[in-house]
């Protein structure tokens, strides 16, 4: 059974760092695109990074560029994502997601953790 | 960046109606479209992908279609469980890979 839990959330003053971790299992990690994903209280879903199967290609969401660094450790099965830098506005609960690809293209996330919830806050 | 614009925003249906979201897109992006269904406090769940596939395991009284910047979501007769929020996403080269504002389906 495919699954991926993430943890690492909680509360953080501003400008503070936090590194959120998701542990996979259930497939071969390493053979797949990750994606980390937000959704603040109350509002909708906004894709935030994600990283390539041997982790050298990695994309972000301009308002977390500079600030927040994604990365793996497939021999371990995990997925990573390093804040810094924190705003009021990163408070969100943030989910790892696997992208589902065939014949060479992306077509969505198939699985995704439970989330793990992040506040800035002072 | 691709904009998604989805309407309704909110959506009142009873059990056994048929719903339609529409999913507009800001420029052209083929089919790369997915749909997602969340329900409160749980992750998203993948219903539909390349806009009219259905994901394994999904109803088949979930469909997609449309192509280019107009695709819709249809549940043929909605049931007691399909009350949730639902979102759209493109995924096609243009990073970043946005989700639509949701739609929010309350019982009537």
């Given amino acids: ?122 | 960046d691709i904009q998604l614009t989805q309407s309704p925003s909110f959506l009142s249906a009873s059990v056994g109606d048929r719903v339609t979201i529409t999913c507009r897109a800001s420029q052209g992006i083929s089919t790369y479209l997915a749909w997602y269904q969340q329900k409160p406090g749980k992750a998203p769940k993948f219903l539909i992908y390349g806009a009219p596939i259905l994901q394994s395991g999904v109803p088949s009284r979930f469909s997609g279609s449309g192509s280019g910047t107009e695709f819709t979501l249809t549940i043929s007769s909605l049931q007691p469980e399909d009350f949730a929020t639902y979102y759209c996403q493109h995924l096609t080269d243009y990073l970043p890979w946005t989700f639509g504002q949701g739609t929010k389906v309350e019982i009537k």
């Fill in chain 1, 1 to 122: 059974e495919v699954q991926l839990v993430e943890s690492g959330g909680g509360l953080v003053q501003p400008g503070g760092s936090l590194r959120l971790s998701c542990a996979a299992s259930g497939f071969t990690f390493g053979s797949y695109w990750a994606n980390w994903v937000r959704q603040a209280p109350g509002k909708g879903l906004e894709w935030v990074a994600n990283i390539k199967q041997d982790g050298s290609d990695k994309y972000y969401v301009d308002s977390v560029k500079g600030r927040f660094t994604i990365f793996r450790d497939n021999a371990k099965n995990s997925l990573h994502l390093q804040m810094n830098s924190l705003r009021a506005e990163d408070t969100a609960v943030y989910y790892c997601a696997r992208t589902y690809h065939s014949s060479g293209w992306y077509w969505g996330f198939d699985y995704w953790g439970r989330g793990t919830l992040v506040t800035v806050s002072s």
